[in-house]
T-cell receptor, first 114, second 113 residues
């Protein structure tokens, strides 16, 4: 079965650079979520989209932005990168937002800022 | 603001033992609760999803229960195996002001052979 695809798997950037992370949800999933997981931390909710509109916003820095495109894939744009942005970034998708809509996670993008 | 707490933070048991992981949440206005498994440096694998109208779900050796009114869920693992060693995360789906799923800090389980 198709899963959530995230690219790239690994990314190394220097401070103050920009990064773009991509997420391709499972086909027919219209809801996308982005999470940030620091070392030894639980996943922190950043932002979600439903039907290409922003649905909710969590602890996402102003330096980050995201959008969901017409084909439902999503991109997380990160600017002015800081050392503290080094983390595993997960994308998840779900078929809608109902109570029977489990989140399916991708394998994540590991971002290292040097 | 929804807060999710998991107890214990870490657990070490001998192989074959039955065990219970606990999850509590502060806002009972949830629409579902999911249990995930995460191996070190890897993604999250969904184990069970309980809808807000349900009391429990079972999959193989796993059984998850939900008591919305008391803000609690438990994950029961029967006959634990070394391959069960991982971090188990509880995640609560909330639709207050938007759709998001909030995670607990997880329980790190180690099953000794």
């Amino acid at each position: 079965a198709a899963g959530v695809i995230q690219s790239p798997r690994h990314l190394i950037k220097e401070k103050r650079e920009t990064a773009t992370l991509k997420c391709y949800p499972i086909p027919r999933h219209d809801t996308v979520y982005w999470y940030q997981q620091g070392p030894g931390q639980d996943p922190q909710f950043l932002i979600s989209f439903y039907e290409k509109m922003q649905s909710d916003k969590g602890s996402i820095p102003d330096r980050f932005s995201a959008q969901q495109f017409s084909d439902y894939h999503s991109e997380l744009n990160m600017s002015s990168l800081e050392l503290g942005d080094s983390a595993l970034y997960f994308c998840a998708s779900s078929p809608g937002t109902g109570d029977n809509s489990p989140l399916h996670f991708g394998n994540g993008t590991r971002l290292t800022v040097t | 603001k929804q807060e999710v707490t998991q107890i214990p933070a870490a657990l070490s048991v001998p192989e074959g033992e039955n065990l219970v992981l606990n999850c509590s949440f502060t806002d009972s206005a949830i629409y579902n609760l999911q249990w995930f498994r995460q191996d070190p440096g890897k993604g999250l694998t969904s184990l069970l999803l309980i809808q807000s109208s349900q009391r429990e779900q079972t999959s193989g050796r796993l059984n998850a229960s939900l008591d919305k009114s008391s803000g609690r869920s438990t994950l029961y693992i029967a006959a634990s195996q070394p391959g069960d060693s991982a971090t188990y995360l509880c995640a609560v789906g909330s639709d207050t002001g938007g759709f998001k799923t909030i995670f607990g800090a997880g329980t790190r389980l180690f099953v000794k052979a």
